[in-house]
């Protein structure tokens, strides 16, 4: 079955940085797009950035020049840097699998990411 997990969230003052990382199991991961959502309370579940099996990348216009999207197909693996944070980029993070029909799979826990003033 598919599993994602997620690491690397945590706390961090304005201004700092986070690098979330995503493990991947259960096909083959070379072969689907990659995303991270995030969510948070009160707010509409945003896709934040997409990354093909290739690695061309999109991100949401709230996050591009600040984050970026990778992945290391030998590790099965999808990583976010996220630079420049914001108390706005407060929320759970999810890694999750892009299924070619406008619709991802592979929710997980998700991770916490919450940046302070």
């Known amino acids: 079955q598919v599993q994602l997990v997620e690491s690397g969230g945590g706390l961090v003052q304005t201004g700092g940085s986070l690098r979330l990382s995503c493990a991947a199991s259960?096909?083959?991961?070379?072969?689907?797009?990659m995303g991270w959502h995030r969510q948070a309370p009160g707010k509409q579940r945003e896709l934040v950035a997409t990354?093909?099996?290739?690695?061309?990348?999109n991100y949401a216009e709230s996050v591009k020049g600040r984050f970026a999207i990778s992945r290391d197909n030998a590790k099965n693996t999808v990583y976010l840097q996220m630079n420049s944070l914001k108390v706005q980029d407060t929320a759970v993070y999810f890694c999750?699998?892009?299924?070619?029909?406008?619709?991802?799979?592979?929710w997980g826990q998700g991770i916490q990411v919450t940046v302070s003033s």
């Open positions: 999750n699998r892009d299924l070619r029909s406008g619709r991802f799979d592979g």
């Open positions: 990354i093909t099996r290739d690695g061309s990348t």
């Open positions: 259960g096909w083959i991961f070379a072969f689907n797009t």
